[in-house]
C-alpha cells in the first residue's frame, strides 16, 4: 500500500530532460492578433515565440539539460520552469544556461528571477525578440481546447493539442489539469488559448494524457516582479530559493496543518485525518497471510512537492496510521512485530548525501492527554539552507500487548520550530474511542 | 664418566631456539665455527667464553677475552668467570644461552584430557561431533525464531537456516584455509564449532535483551549494555577462532582479540557514521527503542520537545563542522 501510494505521489514526471542529440529546428512564424482555433494556424502564428532552452555543462561544452521557453515581451525576456535552469542555481561555475534560435544560434541567457514553489523561472537574452506572447487575463472554462508548445525529447518544435480540465482537486498551489500527451523536453513551454494568449507553462506529466500546467497567474506575477524597477537578481540564487522555502513551509504546514482538527475513528482510537484541505486520503485493510496479524491503513498525502533538484525534492508532507492487531500472535511476536512498524524509515523523502546530513532521533516515552506513547523525532538538516529540516514525528500506543497503533507525521522543507508545533497539533489529535 | 650438559640458546620469547651438547671440556663459545657453541650474533666475538673445570673439578664459564664479559641474565652482572649450574642463564652479545645439566630433573608430563572444551580431537570423537550438530541445529532455530514477526513459518525459517548455514560453513571454511597456512593443519570443523558456539551466544544476547526491553521498555543505558555484551561475544569469537589457529601463550591472543575488535568497531563507525545514507537507515533502525508495555516512566510532550532541542542543535553543529 505505502509503495502504490508513494508511486502515486512520485508518479508525476517533470518534463527537463538530459540528452546527447542535436535537432534541428525550422520555424516559419507570423504574428496574428486572433486564431481561428485550428491547430495548423496556430502553430504559425505562435510557434515561434517558443525557444529551446539548454543547460550546457562548461567542461564538455555539451548540452546536459533541455526544455523549453518562450518570450513574454520584446526586450528578451523569456519564462521557462525552474526545473529546466535548477542545474546552473546550484552550480553557476559548472553550468551555463543558453536558448537556440531558429538559425540553430545559441545566445547565453541570464537568470533573473525564480519561484522555485511555482516552478518558473524568468530569464533575459542582451537583444529584443520579434515575437513574443501575452498572458491571459480569461477564465478558461473546462472542456477548453488548449495548445501546447515544446521540444519533446530535443525534437523539433512541436504542438499539442488537449482540453483545458479545470484545476487540480487536492493542491494547495494551483496546477492546470490539460488533457494532453506533454513529454521531457517541452517543460517550461507555453500552453496557449486559440486567441494564442498564454493560459499555462507546460510543468510536468504522469503519463496517458494527464499532465499538468503552471497557471498563467504565477507567470505573469513573476514576471511583473523581476520588470518592476529597481528589481536586481540575488547574488546567490540558492539562498533565494532557501527564502522561498521558507515561505512555503511557514503558509503550507505552519499556517494550515491540522488547524481544523478532523479525526477519524480507527480501532480503540480516535485518529487525525486529512490535516488541511489540500490533503488526499487513502485507506485498506488486510490480515497477514498466515492469519496471525490484522493491519489497518490509513494515509493521508500531498500533491505539492517541490523540485528543488535533480537530487532533492521537498514540500510533501504526509501522515500514515497504522492499527494492528494479534489474531494469533503470543506478546513477544506481536511486540516485535510492533517495533518493526514503529521503526522502518518512511520512504519519500527524496535527497542526496551532499543535501541533507543524516538523520538524528531522539525516543522517549510520553504521556500526553492521559494516553501513553512511545514517541520518536527524527529530523535532518538542509545542508546549504539553513533553518531548514526534514521531519519525522513517530508514535505508537502503548498499555496493550495485543493491539497497537503506530503512527507518523512527515514533513519534509520545514523549520525546528515549525516541526515541533505542527506535531503538538498532531498529537493533541489523539484520543482514547473507549 | 664426563659430566654432559646442554647449551640452550634461547629466543626472544624464552624458548629453546638451537641446542648444543657439551661433552668435552674445556669447551668454547663464540662466532668462529671451530668453537662447540656457535653463536650467530654481531655482538659476539669469535672466541667469547668457554667452559672449563677448575682445579677443583667443578665446571667455570670463563672469558676468553671478550670485549662485553660474561652477563649472568638473572643477577646482570658482569663477570671474568662464573661457576656453572643447572639452569643458569648467561647472556653472549644479545643471546640469551641456557646451560642445563644431563641429570637436570624435568617435570611430569601433562595429561590430554579429552572433554567438551577440546577442540582439538573435534574430529575423532562422535560424541562431540553430535554435540557440534545439537549446537549448529539450535543455533539456526533460534536464529529463526528471532527473524519471525507472525507464526512460524516452514519455507521462511528453512531460507534463513540454509542461508546462516551457508554463511557458517563458508567462514568456517576461510579461517581452517588460514589454519593451514599458519600451522600445516586444516581445522575445518573446529572453527565451525566456534563459529556455532558464538551464533549461538549471540542469539542468545539478542533474545534476552529483547525480552528485557520489552518487559522493562528501559531507555538508552540498554543500549551500552546490548553493545557491551556484543563486544564480548565479539572477542570472545576472534579469541576462539586464535586458540585454533595456533597455541600462542593465551594473554597475547586476548590481546590481539581486543585489537582486532577495537579496530573493526571503529571501522564499522567510520563507514556507517560518515555515509549519510546509510547513518540515515541506522540511526532510524537503532535508535528509536522498540515498543513494550512495561512500566517506565514518561516526559511530557515539552520535557519531549526541549531535548529535541538539543537534536537540532547537534545538526547544526554537523552542518558547521563540515
Known amino acids: 500500500m505505502k509503495m502504490i501510494l508513494m508511486d502515486k505521489l512520485l508518479l508525476p514526471v517533470l518534463l527537463a530532460v538530459s540528452v546527447f542529440a542535436v535537432a534541428s529546428l525550422s520555424v516559419v512564424s507570423v504574428w496574428a492578433e486572433e486564431g481561428d482555433g485550428d491547430a495548423a494556424a496556430i502553430f504559425e502564428r505562435y510557434a515561434a515565440a517558443s525557444v529551446k532552452i539548454r543547460v550546457v555543462d562548461e567542461a564538455s561544452g555539451a548540452k546536459s539539460v533541455i526544455g523549453t521557453g518562450f518570450f513574454v515581451n520584446g526586450d528578451g525576456y523569456l519564462v521557462t520552469n525552474y526545473h529546466v535552469i535548477s542545474a546552473w542555481v546550484h552550480d553557476p561555475e559548472k553550468y551555463r544556461v543558453e536558448f537556440v534560435d531558429r ?26 525578440a520579434d515575437q513574443y506572447l501575452r498572458f491571459s487575463d480569461r477564465e478558461s472554462l473546462q472542456g477548453t481546447r488548449i495548445f501546447s508548445f515544446g521540444f519533446p525529447h530535443d525534437y523539433a518544435i512541436t504542438i499539442v493539442e488537449g482540453t483545458y480540465n479545470g484545476l487540480l482537486e487536492h493542491a494547495f498551489y494551483k496546477k492546470i489539469h490539460f488533457t494532453g500527451s506533454l513529454n521531457p523536453g517541452m517543460s517550461g513551454g ?46 546567490s540564487f540558492v539562498q533565494l530559493v532557501a527564502q522561498q522555502l521558507m515561505t512555503h513551509q511557514q503558509a503550507y504546514v505552519a499556517d494550515k496543518l491540522f488547524v481544523t482538527q478532523q479525526t477519524v475513528e480507527m480501532g480503540d482510537y480516535r485518529v487525525p485525518t486529512a490535516p488541511a484541505h489540500f490533503f488526499n486520503c487513502w485507506g485498506s485493510s488486510s490480515d497477514a497471510s498466515d492469519g496471525t496479524s490484522r493491519h489497518t491503513d490509513h494515509q493521508c498525502s500531498t500533491e505539492d512537492y517541490l523540485f528543488i533538484s535533480n537530487s532533492h525534492v521537498v514540500g510533501s508532507a504526509y501522515i500514515h496510521h497504522i492499527f494492528l492487531e494479534s489474531l494469533d500472535l503470543n506478546d513477544y511476536q506481536f511486540s516485535h512485530l510492533y517495533s518493526s512498524k514503529f521503526s522502518h524509515t518512511p520512504g519519500g523523502l527524496k535527497a542526496d548525501a551532499d543535501e541533507v546530513t543524516g538523520f538524528r532521533c531522539q525516543s522517549d516515552a510520553l504521556l500526553h492527554n492521559n494516553l501513553r506513547y512511545k514517541t520518536a523525532l527524527c529530523l535532518r538538516r538542509y545542508r546549504k539552507m539553513e533553518g531548514l529540516y526534514d521531519a519525522v514525528f513517530k508514535l505508537a500506543m502503548l498499555g496493550d500487548s495485543q493491539r497497537g497503533m503506530a503512527s507518523e507525521l512527515v514533513l519534509s522543507g520545514v523549520t525546528f520550530e515549525t516541526a515541533v508545533e505542527t506535531s503538538r497539533r498532531y498529537l493533541e489529535a489523539f484520543s482514547w474511542n473507549r | 664418566m664426563e659430566q654432559i650438559i646442554f647449551a640452550e640458546v634461547l629466543g626472544r620469547n624464552g624458548r629453546v631456539k638451537e641446542r648444543f651438547r657439551l661433552d668435552r671440556f ?62 643458569d642463564v648467561f647472556r653472549f652479545g644479545h643471546a640469551d644461552v641456557r646451560f642445563m645439566f644431563s641429570d637436570h630433573p624435568v617435570a611430569e608430563p601433562l595429561v590430554i584430557k579429552a572433554g567438551v572444551l577440546d577442540l582439538f580431537s573435534l574430529g575423532r570423537n562422535p560424541w562431540l561431533l553430535t554435540l557440534l550438530a545439537v549446537v549448529i541445529f539450535t543455533a539456526l532455530m533460534l536464529s529463526g525464531y528471532q527473524a519471525q514477526t507472525s507464526g512460524f513459518q516452514l519455507r521462511e525459517w528453512l531460507m534463513e537456516a540454509t542461508s546462516l548455514l551457508l554463511g557458517l560453513l563458508l567462514i568456517a571454511g576461510l579461517w581452517a584455509a588460514g589454519t593451514r597456512l599458519v600451522s600445516h593443519e586444516f581445522r575445518f570443523l573446529q572453527h565451525l564449532a566456534v563459529l556455532s558456539v558464538i551464533l549461538l551466544l549471540s542469539d542468545l544476547v539478542e533474545i534476552t535483551i529483547e525480552h528485557v526491553e520489552f518487559i522493562f521498555s528501559p531507555d538508552d543505558s540498554l543500549q551500552y549494555a546490548t553493545i557491551f555484551l556484543y563486544g564480548v561475544v565479539a572477542v570472545m569469537w576472534i579469541f576462539m577462532h586464535l586458540c585454533v589457529l595456533s597455541r600462542r601463550a593465551l594473554a597475547k591472543k586476548f590481546m590481539i582479540s581486543l585489537f582486532l575488535v577495537g579496530s573493526l568497531s571503529i571501522m564499522t563507525q567510520l563507514i556507517y557514521f560518515n555515509d549519510t545514507d546509510s547513518s540515515g537507515e541506522l540511526v532510524f533502525a537503532s535508535e528509536i527503542r522498540p515498543v513494550g ?19 537540532k542543535t547537534r545538526l547544526d553543529s554537523d552542518v558547521e563542522d563540515e
Open chain 1, 103 to 128: 538559425d540553430k544560434n545559441s545566445h547565453r541567457l541570464q537568470v533573473m528571477n525564480i519561484d522555485v514553489v511555482n516552478d518558473l523561472a524568468v530569464a533575459r537574452v542582451e537583444q529584443s
Open chain 1, 190 to 235: 507555453p500552453a496557449v488559448n486559440a486567441a494564442g494568449e498564454v493560459v499555462g507553462v507546460n510543468v510536468a506529466t504522469s503519463g496517458n494524457q494527464v499532465s499538468f500546467l503552471v497557471p498563467v497567474e504565477y507567470a505573469h506575477r513573476l514576471y511583473d516582479a523581476t520588470v518592476a524597477e529597481g528589481y536586481q537578481p540575488p547574488e
Open chain 2, 26 to 87: 674445556p669447551a668454547t663459545i663464540g662466532t668462529a665455527y671451530t668453537n662447540d657453541v656457535i653463536l650467530g650474533d654481531a655482538y659476539v666475538a669469535a672466541c667469547e667464553a668457554r667452559v672449563e673445570r677448575n682445579e677443583q673439578g667443578e665446571l667455570m664459564l670463563v672469558d676468553s677475552g671478550s670485549i662485553n664479559g660474561i652477563v649472568n641474565r638473572d643477577s646482570r652482572r658482569r663477570l671474568r668467570e662464573a661457576s656453572l649450574c643447572s639452569g
Open chain 2, 293 to 311: 508495555p512495561g512500566v517506565i516512566s514518561f516526559v511530557t510532550f515539552d520535557e519531549f520537545f526541549e531535548e529535541a532541542q538539543r537534536l
